[in-house]
RNA sequence: GGCCCGUUGGUCAAGCGGUUAAGACUCCGCCCUCUCACGGCGGCAACACCAGUUCGAGUCUGGUACGGGUCACCA
């Protein structure tokens, strides 16, 4: 067989060479323990979790070493593609606080870097030359057998009970002559190009980063190359790619150690370097008491988007994932609960291998850990960026209310053991409500065992000796003295012991203030909280219960 | 079904032949306390199973079970 004369046939319009490609796309001259590595998401419009997860290994890694972080799109279905995903994608990701050192913009017609283009669909080009190089090293051929002609194989195997795909002798137009192969062209039938596999009883050996020694059968198949539309499956185009754009690791979920085989071939045939390959953890969620892969259609916590909604700081998000992916995370946190988190050297022989779950009740603690330890400052600016866009109602008050927001959200921030009330920002803006006359309301029931006249009577002896100058331990000593004045006891003890001899106790005073001024029974503490508020609104509050 | 990957409390996990088997989340109790939150103390709760190697096994080997992945002109 004329190799040579059969790569001319399939590709005639082809003849850039590999080495050109090689001087084009040398290697980065980059220090020897650089990592290179990058993200290849399809453009689905559909963010998940996973993606993040993956992402934030490879831009850790890499930039911990001094190396590089790149966005590469794998549009090579184009029937997946949905518009403006790109773009979406790209924004997700910076909320996240993951940047791209070079690769697709979500303008195609821009690119950033020198290996350039960044998306696949534009290296149309660059596969033809690697495709038709291997067709004339005979290492491919074209097959023309149709969808249902491989069903029918498939279903031959099946009945057999052998493997199924194209291999062996089911590849039947392994051996076509040029002649039949220039007459079915001729007539216009299409093809896809087929790497030409070999019968073989020897194994592969890769030292994965993350998992170890993995061993599998080598590759026997005939896979596609090309598809019929010219453009290569995932497996050519990763191989091609991570190698022209220099890739040193290759981050990707485990799904895809099955395919390793097809991969170590073709580094193998080309002989090209292999990367370090890195199979992370698939997310798993629980249910009915059993482990299962996150579903898009189920689980909205898969979706990126499901966190920029709810609000949930992207630095939680970060740290829970970070807990997830090298365990003595939560360790060093612990140990340095004041330093940024991108000052943990993450590592990754601390990467854990089984399928973590996605604990939601984890990440709320997590969350309400970083934002107890951010300047008011910082939740301000953070919170009102998420209220543009969720909550725009919200977005006003903040801004009209600047400063008093500002002193709401330092409202028992101060102290060494700062409280933990916020969650996340959907949640913020509920808990601080009370904070705005435009969206304060009463929420918690006036304590029943408490009459009516005896509550104005509370109201009204406080009002009469509040002054808003007093520190916060001088307006204690007078809500001691109210409550003695009245009637109630001001130890909750004695109360307990002998409530017929009092009205109730200072809980109640203090929870009718409570509720008074902030509509909750549960809130933070009243002087600090009446501070913020002002004494106009103080005063108001009270009023309006006589 | 073939091939792969995995399996320590409900969850995330430490552990690298000898431990009372860490820690975090959740839940429960107590303390602190004007409520809540915070914080402190304590509690419940685990090495999937069976063989083997060894003086000794969560740790090594083999098998079983269970879970997951993959077997496309999808990535």
Same mark, same amino acid.
């Given at each position: 067989m004329n190799y040579q004369l059969l790569a001319d046939i399939l590709f005639p319009d082809v003849t850039g060479t590999p080495e050109e490609l090689e001087a084009k796309y040398p290697e980065r001259n980059l220090p020897s323990n650089a990592i290179v590595t990058?993200? /290849?998401?399809?453009?689905? /419009?559909?963010? !998940?979790? /996973?993606?993040? $997860? *993956?992402?934030?290994?490879?831009?850790?890694?890499? !930039?911990?070493s001094g190396g590089v972080f790149y966005l590469r799109i794998e549009d090579t279905d184009q029937k997946r593609e949905v518009d403006g995903a790109v773009d979406m994608l790209i924004r997700a990701m910076d909320y996240f606080q993951i940047r791209f050192d070079e690769g697709a913009v979500a303008d195609k017609t821009q690119t950033n870097g020198r290996y350039a283009p960044y998306y696949q669909r534009q290296r149309k080009? @660059? $596969?033809? @030359?690697?495709? =038709?190089?291997?067709?004339?090293? /005979?290492?491919a051929y074209p097959c023309f057998l149709t969808a249902e002609e491989i069903d029918q194989i498939r279903e031959q195997q099946t009945a057999n009970k052998q493997d199924p795909g194209i291999y062996g002798k089911y590849a039947v137009h392994r051996n076509l002559s040029i002649e039949e192969i220039q007459e079915k062209i001729n007539a216009g039938m299409p093809w896809v190009l087929r790497y030409r596999g070999e019968e073989t009883d020897k194994f592969i050996c890769v030292q994965d980063a993350i998992r170890g020694k993995l061993e599998m059968p080598r590759n026997r198949m005939d896979f596609v190359l090309l598809k019929s539309d010219g453009i290569p499956t995932y497996h050519f185009a990763h191989v091609v790619d991570d190698h022209f754009m220099r890739s040193t690791h290759v981050i990707r979920g485990e799904e895809w150690i099955s395919s390793l085989p097809m991969h170590v071939e073709l580094f193998d045939v080309l002989n090209w370097k292999q990367p370090v390959y890195c199979h992370t953890a698939t997310l798993m969620k629980i249910e009915d008491g059993k482990k299962r892969k996150l579903s898009k259609r189920k689980d909205p916590e898969l979706a990126l988007a499901y966190y920029q909604q709810e609000g949930i700081c992207p630095d939680a998000v970060r740290e829970f994932l970070l807990t997830l992916l090298n365990s003595n995370f939560e360790e060093w946190r612990m140990a340095n609960p004041e330093l940024d988190c991108q000052e943990f050297l993450y590592t990754i022989q601390k990467m854990s291998i089984s399928g973590a779950l996605v604990d939601l009740d984890k990440l709320r603690d997590i969350s309400k850990d970083v934002l107890s330890r951010m300047p008011a400052e910082t939740l301000y600016i953070g919170w009102l960026a998420w209220c543009k866009e969720y909550h725009p109602e919200f977005a006003e008050l903040l801004i009209r209310y600047h400063d008093r927001s500002i002193a709401a959200l330092n409202v028992g921030r101060t102290a060494k053991k700062p409280r =933990?009330?916020?969650? *996340?920002? =959907?949640?913020a803006c509920e808990f601080m409500k009370f904070y705005y006359q435009e969206t304060f309301a009463i929420q918690d029931e006036m304590p029943e065992e408490i009459d009516e006249a005896t509550r104005k009577a509370v109201f009204a002896e406080y009002l009469k000796t509040y002054d808003h100058t007093d520190d916060s331990s001088q307006w204690f000593t007078k809500v001691k003295a109210l409550t003695e004045k009245l009637g109630f006891a001001v130890k909750p003890k004695d109360y307990k012991k002998n409530p017929e001899q009092y009205k109730g106790n200072i809980v109640h005073v203090t929870n009718m203030l409570r509720i008074a001024l902030t509509g909750r029974a549960n809130a933070p503490d009243l002087w600090e909280v009446s501070h913020v508020l002002g004494e106009e609104i103080v005063r108001e509050r009270l009023t309006a219960w006589i």
């Amino acid at each position: 067989m004329n190799y040579q004369l059969l790569a001319d046939i399939l590709f005639p319009d082809v003849t850039g060479t590999p080495e050109e490609l090689e001087a084009k796309y040398p290697e980065r001259n980059l220090p020897s323990n650089a990592i290179v590595t990058r993200i /290849g998401p399809s453009p689905t /419009g559909f963010v !998940h979790l /996973g993606n993040l $997860y *993956n992402a934030l290994i490879g831009e850790r890694l890499s !930039h911990q070493s001094g190396g590089v972080f790149y966005l590469r799109i794998e549009d090579t279905d184009q029937k997946r593609e949905v518009d403006g995903a790109v773009d979406m994608l790209i924004r997700a990701m910076d909320y996240f606080q993951i940047r791209f050192d070079e690769g697709a913009v979500a303008d195609k017609t821009q690119t950033n870097g020198r290996y350039a283009p960044y998306y696949q669909r534009q290296r149309k080009e @660059i $596969y033809q @030359i690697m495709a =038709k190089f291997l067709t004339q090293q /005979g290492r491919a051929y074209p097959c023309f057998l149709t969808a249902e002609e491989i069903d029918q194989i498939r279903e031959q195997q099946t009945a057999n009970k052998q493997d199924p795909g194209i291999y062996g002798k089911y590849a039947v137009h392994r051996n076509l002559s040029i002649e039949e192969i220039q007459e079915k062209i001729n007539a216009g039938m299409p093809w896809v190009l087929r790497y030409r596999g070999e019968e073989t009883d020897k194994f592969i050996c890769v030292q994965d980063a993350i998992r170890g020694k993995l061993e599998m059968p080598r590759n026997r198949m005939d896979f596609v190359l090309l598809k019929s539309d010219g453009i290569p499956t995932y497996h050519f185009a990763h191989v091609v790619d991570d190698h022209f754009m220099r890739s040193t690791h290759v981050i990707r979920g485990e799904e895809w150690i099955s395919s390793l085989p097809m991969h170590v071939e073709l580094f193998d045939v080309l002989n090209w370097k292999q990367p370090v390959y890195c199979h992370t953890a698939t997310l798993m969620k629980i249910e009915d008491g059993k482990k299962r892969k996150l579903s898009k259609r189920k689980d909205p916590e898969l979706a990126l988007a499901y966190y920029q909604q709810e609000g949930i700081c992207p630095d939680a998000v970060r740290e829970f994932l970070l807990t997830l992916l090298n365990s003595n995370f939560e360790e060093w946190r612990m140990a340095n609960p004041e330093l940024d988190c991108q000052e943990f050297l993450y590592t990754i022989q601390k990467m854990s291998i089984s399928g973590a779950l996605v604990d939601l009740d984890k990440l709320r603690d997590i969350s309400k850990d970083v934002l107890s330890r951010m300047p008011a400052e910082t939740l301000y600016i953070g919170w009102l960026a998420w209220c543009k866009e969720y909550h725009p109602e919200f977005a006003e008050l903040l801004i009209r209310y600047h400063d008093r927001s500002i002193a709401a959200l330092n409202v028992g921030r101060t102290a060494k053991k700062p409280r =933990k009330d916020l969650e *996340n920002w =959907k949640q913020a803006c509920e808990f601080m409500k009370f904070y705005y006359q435009e969206t304060f309301a009463i929420q918690d029931e006036m304590p029943e065992e408490i009459d009516e006249a005896t509550r104005k009577a509370v109201f009204a002896e406080y009002l009469k000796t509040y002054d808003h100058t007093d520190d916060s331990s001088q307006w204690f000593t007078k809500v001691k003295a109210l409550t003695e004045k009245l009637g109630f006891a001001v130890k909750p003890k004695d109360y307990k012991k002998n409530p017929e001899q009092y009205k109730g106790n200072i809980v109640h005073v203090t929870n009718m203030l409570r509720i008074a001024l902030t509509g909750r029974a549960n809130a933070p503490d009243l002087w600090e909280v009446s501070h913020v508020l002002g004494e106009e609104i103080v005063r108001e509050r009270l009023t309006a219960w006589i």
